[in-house]
């Protein structure tokens, strides 16, 4: 009898164990699940509501990402950042309109197709003068994949597409506005008569193939950035005009150079080097080293760029206006 109520003891002392190991495994499995919505959470916190549409925390970061990488792709470096850099400055809100600019996208029929995407992210890459890999990694960079820059490319036409319809036909700009723009920013049309600067020109004829062409390029921008003298590579690679000084043009007459080399070399400061610039079987790269003598260009030379710039500010203050509009029209909460 006593060895019997021994055994019965143990079991039940077991059974205790038991039932006290399911517990704390229970606990464990409930306190992981917490720490990792809490995580999630964190990440993913709703920042605003738009209609049936919420923007996380994590949207925020994603769409940040997307708009650096675009921005400078689109405008160059410099610019780029200083694009970016005011669209930061009211991020959230921007990212509202742009919720509300989908929805009117997709009422208007305006969405792209896959197919659609893919030839103009081949264009694209085509006249880049990269390859998808080159690509790939110059987006690794900023932090952006390539889905999301495929994704970038599709929300830039489609806003394009709605502007045309819907935004375009609301704007109207007189030679009278032109003047008065020119008058007003007339040293942003200045161009310097007198340049100096270092050209890389890389032809295919000197390499094994593209990618040993591209692959050189890359590291003769490097070498300008880290400010190195790239003389003797210049001397080695280049079959630009300047090849035989090393790159160094010395003071030249700015009327002397091509038009779309005039119009890189303008848009640098001294010091400042150009992005890789593919031409047919070719790149070219520049640092400008010094310019002098500035004078304005007369107003019919610039007519048609003041028109460009002109059009494009009003075209976006009408844009930010007539979605404002639909968005005092639909439920937006900003939570705190």
Known sequence: MKTLLSVLHLNLMKTHLSVLHLMKTLLLVLFILFAFCASAETVDRIIAKVGSEVIT??????????????????YGK???LEEFNKFQKDALNEMILMRVLNEQIIKEGLELTEREITEEYQQRLRQSGINEKQLIEKLGDNGVTLRDFKESIKKEIERTRFIQKKISPL???????????????????EVYTKLRF???????DKFENADQMNSKAQQMQQKLKAG????????????????AQGGDSGLVDADQLRPEIQSVLSSLSPGQISQILPIQNGLFIFKLIAKSDPRPLPFNEVANQIRSQFSEKMIEDE???YLTV????TYVEIMQ
């Open 57 to 74: 925390q994590s949207d925020v970061a994603q769409d940040t990402a997307q708009r650096k990488a675009f921005y400078t792709q689109k």
């Open 78 to 80: 410099q610019r780029g």
């Open 171 to 189: 704007i109207a700009i007189s030679d009278f506005d032109l003047q008065k723009e020119y008058e007003k920013n007339i040293k942003s049309y």
């Open 198 to 204: 270092i050209e890389v020109f890389l032809t295919i």
């Open 228 to 243: 190195q003298n790239i003389s003797a590579l210049v001397k080695e690679y280049s079959s630009g005009a300047f090849a």
């Open 319 to 321: 844009l930010k206006k």
């Open 326 to 329: 639909i968005k005092d029209q």
